[in-house]
């Protein structure tokens, strides 16, 4: 064993250049001969007893490291023995305290490379442990929480050792999910990409990297490089198909996915993929027969079904695709898939029991399912019932922050509830995000209307023509605030004809609420004929739901009366909602 000594440091220590002075020093005028000889003589005894004492401190040095060494290796010993017998994150992360304490105490070169080795190895063990279920499709409930945790003992791990290919692709697969960090993500997967030698590692780190990439150019460059290492590979051909439908290439798209059926004919979902990809081009035909095709193959499996009930309901062939999804759950009544498409039938079609019984059966299957918890939202906000619907959404968003629409659905669901505050603050988060996007004032400026805050919405609405003058729900809602307020510094009636006549032309005369405001517009300007004339068009073309309030909006017209609105003015005196002991999800 090497051991190295600070001699520099042992001459400094003051009780032994005392006890050595006159042999390690040299100082004093050089002596006689006769002198020199008895000096001599004595100098050699002197010496032998420094040799002596040298020798003496070597060894307690040598000693005490020894000692510390030997303490760091019965942490690593202590250490191996828990990393054998560990049966749970707890244990594991003993392994880790222990090895790390053997670290601390010292070890040799190889302890030391043994015990960091066996850090990391542990580190990822966990890691995976806990990312699984989360790669798996079905992810749990709290799978939020067990992300950050295999991120926090990933990070760890790459702290050590930089270049643990694997943990690089793992962090990536995780920053994959919702909510994940795109740009740390990338970055891992690169490292990934960089790191490993062999061609099927590869391109798995090059297909994590393309499902992170937003530029589709660079995603179908990461899979076409991993297509070149491995042409057979049917998962790499797949995720390119997918990229060139989303680009509405659907040729490139179909090709890719008739090679991974040359590759095994049997792969139901690449039928899936390539009937979708035909029909997206319009050739419901051949699709339709790649979807029998699987049923024949599997006729005992859902998933044909499943397949051939999506090709119908894209042509709007409702009844025969509700029958083939019946089929297929009576198959197998846990295809969750199949029972979201129903569910989604059943919520068009305001059979909301029926819908209800379908996300039932989903929740006992899966219960953190985010589509669960938008199709959940969907039947509350059918229901009338917003304030449940934004909560149920709010928790959605905690797993997708990033997502903007999203968070406007949200807002609006709140300001439905009459919940502004709320609302408000969901909607400033956009804004703040989109400073150049129309939307996120649009929804703020139908807020403020819904609040009585005319002002503040007619800002709102001014914003956001900046960035869009061709939607027209934003012109029209603009329109209507200026031709019907009851605050005399808003209204505009002449500026109401000129935005609403714009929102006619936009919707082509088709929708009574446009044809409304622009008959309140005329109004406003003292031109009753025509306000009774756009009126009673509104009237005749109007939904059942909506007639009584345009009929009184025409008589009003009848009695040269403009129309005023003032939503909040309309809720006072109405007993306020107590929600706090309201369960909502």
């Known amino acids: 064993m090497y051991v190295h000594i600070d001699y520099l440091a042992f001459y400094r220590m003051p009780a032994l250049t005392e006890l050595f002075g006159e042999v390690l020093m040299v100082h004093g005028p050089r002596p006689t ?58 244990q594991l992360e003993g392994v880790v305290e222990l090895a790390e304490k053997a670290i601390e105490l010292g070890l040799d070169e190889d302890g030391k490379e043994f015990a960091v080795q066996l850090i990391t190895s542990t580190l990822y063990q966990r890691a995976e442990q806990l990312s699984n279920p989360l790669l798996s499709g079905r992810p749990p409930q709290q799978w939020a929480e067990m992300r950050r945790l295999a991120l926090g003992d990933l990070t760890r791990l790459t702290n050590l050792n930089d270049e643990f290919a694997d943990a690089h692709l793992l962090i990536a697969k995780l920053h994959a999910l919702p909510g994940g960090t795109r740009k740390d993500g990338i970055e891992s997967a690169t490292k990934a990409v960089t790191l490993y030698e062999d061609a099927e590692q590869k391109v798995n780190a090059l297909m994590a990297r393309a499902a992170l990439r937003s530029d589709t150019d660079q995603q179908i460059a990461d899979l076409s490089e991993a297509i070149k290492l491995d042409g057979e590979n049917s998962s790499a051909l797949t995720a390119r198909a997918t990229v060139y439908t989303q680009i509405n290439d659907f040729e490139k798209a179909a090709a890719d996915l008739q090679r991974v059926l040359e590759i095994d004919g049997d792969d139901v979902l690449a039928m899936s993929a390539l009937a979708d990809a035909l029909a997206r081009q319009g050739n419901f035909e051949k699709a339709q027969e790649i979807a029998d095709q699987a049923v024949e193959k599997q006729p005992d499996a859902s998933a044909g079904y499943e397949l051939r009930a999506r090709i119908y309901l894209m042509q709007n062939k409702i009844q025969e695709g509700k029958q083939d999804l019946d089929k297929a759950i009576e198959i197998n009544p846990k295809s969750v898939g199949a029972l979201m498409l129903r569910a989604n039938i059943a919520l068009a079609e305001d059979r909301l029991d029926d819908a209800n019984k379908d996300l039932d059966a989903i929740q006992e299957i899966n219960p953190g399912s985010p589509q669960l918890y938008l199709l959940r939202a969907g039947v509350l906000e059918q229901q009338e019932d917003y304030y449940r619907a934004a909560k149920l959404l709010e928790a959605i968003l905690q797993f997708l922050p990033a997502d903007n ?23 400033n988060i956009v804004i703040e995000r989109d400073k150049q996007g129309w939307q996120g004032y649009y929804s703020r400026a139908d807020i403020y209307l819904n609040m009585g805050e005319h002002a503040k919405a007619i800002s709102d609405y001014e914003e956001a023509f900046k960035h869009n003058q061709k939607q027209d729900n934003l012109l029209n809602n603009w329109a209507w605030t200026l031709a019907t307020s009851d605050n005399d510094e808003v209204r505009d009636g002449k500026k109401a004809v000129e935005l609403a006549l714009k929102a006619c032309e936009v919707s082509d005369y088709q929708k009574p609420h446009i044809l409304s405001t622009l008959a309140a517009a ?28 345009l009929e009184k909006e025409l008589e009003s017209y009848k009695n040269k009366k403009p129309w005023r609105e003032n939503k909040a003015k309309e809720r006072e005196g109405q007993p306020q909602i107590d929600r706090s002991k309201l369960k909502t999800i």
């Open 33 to 90: 001969s006769a002198k020199l000889l008895n000096d001599s003589i004595e100098g050699t005894r002197l010496m032998k007893f420094a040799q002596v004492v040298l020798s003496v401190v070597v060894v307690m040095l040598t000693t005490c490291w020894s000692n510390a060494a030997e303490e760091g290796q019965k942490f690593l010993d202590q250490a191996t023995e828990a990393k054998l017998n560990a049966r749970n994150f707890q």
């Open 522 to 549: 005329y109004a406003e300007v003292g031109d009753f004929d025509k306000a009774k004339q756009w009126a009673k068009k509104a009237v005749e073309i109007g939904r059942d739901d909506i007639q009584e309030h």
């Open 405 to 427: 629409e999203m968070r406007l659905r949200t807002a609006l669901d709140f300001s439905m509830a009459e919940e502004f505050e709320s609302a408000i603050k969901h909607v």
